[in-house]
Structure formats: structure tokens, C-alpha cells
């Protein structure tokens, strides 16, 4: 069974910081992975995603993850954070479920609070 | 133009009502989705369903049915409405399909959500 962790439910950064959200993963087979970002009153966006063609990601907004397989892990993170970055960011592991179809796993999300 | 569009934006109702949310794809996407966002900002899958077909039914009690009439529509109707099902519900869809379609390495698309709240 699959399952996503995002550690840390609330990260506080300064604007123009590193910022450093994190999502460990298990799976039993090699999976594909993604991070959205929801702002307040919408639906999640996708921000990035791993499909196996390279460890390192880039996505929207400067945002990127890095795959690695040793660690099970696929953090996200951004140079320098701005005040638009505030939101709720979510990791989600997709594998194949009964029938075949896809089976999504969200992990808790993370809020982002960019401090001026 | 929206790509994934869910009516109504918010609905306040009594305890002991029935009311439905719609939801609308205009992506051409074969699957689609009805999650429920708690107030801790879980996310938690209700239904699934690929081609008008039912294909995930996550525990959800028998008040919550889910309708699709075509690949681009699935709604939710909700009887007999309890305080405890206050949230925020959202649709999704997917390019993802079964073994035929796979494309485990679709992602999703959400609509704006529906704040669902029972008084």
C-alpha cells in the first residue's frame, strides 16, 4: 500500500528564505509523484511532477523537487521565498489501484507562512 | 474558459436536508473525482469514476450518491445532511484511465470547491 508523509503541518520562512517543504513516500512499486499548492478559497494547483524522466523537477513559481529513491523522499523547495508563496502545499504519490485504475494519495499538506 | 467547474460556490442548509453539488469537465478527461476537505485540510477521496463508470467508493455512507450522466459530468447528491459533513468537497478529473488507458502520471485537475456548511 502506498502512502505519502509530509512532515512539519506548518513551516514559517522569512520572504526571500529557502524554503524547504518535505514529503516521504512508500510505495511498492516505483512511483509517480507530485506537489500542488492551494491558495486560500481554490483548488489545488499543480505545481510539479515526477514521472521517472529526471531526479530533479522544476516546476511553477521557481518552485523545485528533487527525486530520490535511497531516501524515499521528494522534498520541495524554492531559493527565495516570496509573499505570494503562502498557501497549502500537498504531496500525492500515484500508482495503480484495483482494476487498474489510478489510486491518488494525498499526504496531511503543509502551510506555508512567508513572514515580511 | 474554467477547465473543471463545481456549482454551488458555498451552501448553508439544516440538518436533515438533501442537496446536491454539480460539477463540470471541460477537458475531455475520462475520469473524475468527489474528495472532501475537513477543516484541517485533509484530503480524503470519496468516489471515482472512469467513463460514467464507478470505480472508487471510499467508505462513504449511503447518504452521499454519486451521479454521472456522461464522462464530463459527475455530481454528488447528499440526503439527510448531518452536522458532521460540513466541508469543503471538490471536484477533480484525470486523463487517467484502467489497464487499457493507464496514465498513472496524470495529474489532477480541481475545481474552485464547494463549502458545505450545516447548521
Known amino acids: 500500500a502506498q502512502s505519502v508523509t509530509q512532515l512539519g503541518s506548518h513551516v514559517s520562512v522569512s520572504e526571500g528564505a529557502l524554503v524547504l517543504l518535505r514529503c516521504n513516500y512508500s510505495s511498492s512499486v516505483p512511483p509517480y509523484l507530485f506537489w500542488y499548492v492551494q491558495y486560500p478559497n481554490q483548488g489545488l494547483q499543480l505545481l510539479l511532477k515526477?514521472?521517472?524522466?529526471?531526479?530533479l523537477v522544476k516546476g511553477i513559481n521557481g518552485f523545485e523537487a528533487e527525486f530520490k529513491k535511497s531516501e524515499t523522499s521528494f522534498h520541495l523547495t524554492k531559493p527565495s521565498a516570496h509573499m505570494s508563496d503562502a498557501a497549502e502545499y500537498f504531496c500525492d504519490v500515484s500508482d495503480y489501484g484495483r482494476g487498474g485504475y489510478q489510486k491518488v494519495t494525498f499526504g496531511t499538506g503543509t502551510k506555508l507562512q512567508v513572514i515580511p | 474558459d474554467t477547465a473543471v467547474s463545481q456549482t454551488p460556490k458555498y451552501l448553508v442548509t439544516q440538518m436533515g436536508n438533501d442537496k446536491s453539488i454539480k460539477c463540470e469537465q471541460n477537458l475531455g478527461h475520462d475520469t473524475m473525482y468527489w474528495y472532501k476537505q475537513d477543516s484541517k485540510k485533509f484530503l480524503k477521496i470519496m468516489f471515482s469514476y472512469n467513463n460514467k463508470e464507478l470505480i472508487i467508493n471510499e467508505t462513504v455512507p449511503n447518504r452521499f450518491s454519486p451521479k454521472s450522466p456522461d464522462k464530463a459530468h459527475l455530481n454528488l447528491h447528499i440526503n439527510s445532511l448531518e452536522l458532521g459533513d460540513s466541508a469543503v468537497y471538490f471536484c477533480a478529473s484525470s486523463q487517467a484511465g484502467g489497464w487499457q488507458g493507464a496514465s498513472y502520471n496524470s495529474p489532477l485537475h480541481f475545481g474552485n470547491g464547494t463549502r458545505l456548511t450545516v447548521t
Open positions: 515526477y514521472t521517472s524522466a529526471a531526479t
